[in-house]
C-alpha cells in the first residue's frame, strides 16, 4: 500500500514520533480520572504513526493492560485476521488506539466523563498522525468520537465526514466491534462477520482512492 506523507507534510517522521513520544509520556502521567489508578499500565498505541488509516476501539482491556497495546486479546487477533483478508496489515498499514488509553475495571464501559477525561490525547493523537481514514470499532467509540450514543447496528458500514477540531474533512466508517464478531460467529450471507467483512472492503477501497499515486 501507498503511504501518505506524515501528518500531511507538515511535520518530518522525526518530529512526528518525537511528538508522539511526548503524548505517551503524558498519558504514562495522567490522572485525569480514576482508570489511571486503577490499571497496570497505560495503553496508547500499536502500528505505523504514516499509515492513512487509524483504528480506534473502545478501551484496553485485561491482555492490553498486561502487554500495555490495544487489541492484543481476542478481539484484536480476530480484527488483525479480518483486516489482513482485505489487504491491510494492522502494524504496517494503520495506527491503532483507544477512546481510553486505561483499563476500565472488569472491562466496563468507559463513562462519559472517562471518556472526555481522555479526549485531549485521541485529539493529540488524531492530529500527529493526520489519517485520511478512520475506523471506529464499535458503539462507544462511535459515542466517544462523534457523541453520537447507541444505534451501531444502523450508524455501520456508512461512511461520515469529520467535522470540525481533529476530525475535520476525514472518512469516518463505524463497524461492529469485534468482540461482538467473537459471540455471533457465522460468516453467513447478512451476518455481523459478513456485514464487517464487506464495510472493510469498502476501507480498503476509500484508503486506495486515497493513496492511488496521481
Ligand atoms: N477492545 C477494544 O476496544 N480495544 C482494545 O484495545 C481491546 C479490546
Known amino acids: 500500500?501507498?503511504?501518505?506523507?506524515?501528518?500531511?507534510?507538515?511535520?518530518?517522521v522525526s518530529e512526528q514520533e518525537?511528538?508522539?513520544?511526548?503524548?505517551?509520556?503524558?498519558?504514562?502521567?495522567c490522572r485525569r480520572?480514576?482508570?489511571?489508578?486503577?490499571?497496570?499500565?497505560?495503553?496508547?498505541?500499536?502500528?505505523n504513526p504514516q499509515a492513512p488509516l487509524m483504528v480506534i476501539g473502545e478501551g484496553p482491556g485485561a491482555q492490553e493492560d498486561e502487554q500495555g497495546k490495544p487489541f492484543v486479546g481476542r478481539s484484536g487477533?480476530?480484527?488483525?485476521?479480518?483486516l489482513e483478508s482485505v489487504g491491510i496489515d494492522s502494524n504496517r498499514d494503520a495506527y491503532v488506539c483507544n477512546i481510553v488509553k486505561c483499563r476500565p475495571p472488569e472491562n466496563r464501559k468507559p463513562t462519559a466523563l472517562e471518556m472526555a477525561a481522555?479526549?485531549?490525547w485521541l485529539d493529540q493523537q488524531i492530529a500527529l498522525v493526520d489519517p485520511p481514514v478512520i475506523l471506529l470499532a464499535g458503539a462507544t467509540a462511535?459515542?466517544?468520537?462523534?457523541?453520537?450514543?447507541?444505534?451501531?447496528?444502523?450508524?455501520?458500514?456508512?461512511?461520515?465526514?469529520?467535522?470540525?477540531?481533529?476530525?475535520?474533512?476525514?472518512w469516518l466508517m463505524p463497524i461492529l466491534h469485534p468482540s461482538y464478531l467473537l459471540r455471533n460467529?457465522?460468516?453467513?450471507?447478512?451476518?455481523?462477520?459478513?456485514?464487517?467483512?464487506?464495510?472493510?472492503?469498502?476501507?480498503?477501497?476509500?484508503?486506495?482512492?486515497?493513496?492511488?499515486?496521481?
Request: aromatic share 4%.
Open 1 to 12: 500500500m501507498t503511504m501518505f506523507p506524515p501528518a500531511a507534510s507538515r511535520l518530518s
Open 18 to 29: 518525537q511528538q508522539l513520544a511526548q503524548v505517551a509520556e503524558a498519558c504514562d502521567g
Open 33 to 47: 480520572c480514576g482508570l489511571g489508578s486503577s490499571r497496570t499500565q497505560v495503553v496508547v498505541s500499536r502500528g
Open 77 to 82: 487477533q480476530l480484527l488483525d485476521r479480518m
Open 118 to 120: 481522555c479526549r485531549p
Open 142 to 170: 462511535v459515542e466517544g468520537l462523534l457523541g453520537i450514543k447507541g444505534g451501531i447496528t444502523k450508524l455501520r458500514g456508512q461512511w461520515r465526514r469529520g467535522e470540525g477540531g481533529s476530525l475535520e474533512g476525514r
Open 185 to 214: 460467529a457465522s460468516k453467513e450471507r447478512g451476518s455481523p462477520k459478513w456485514l464487517t467483512w464487506h464495510d472493510l472492503q469498502d476501507v480498503q477501497r476509500r484508503l486506495a482512492q486515497l493513496t492511488a499515486p496521481l
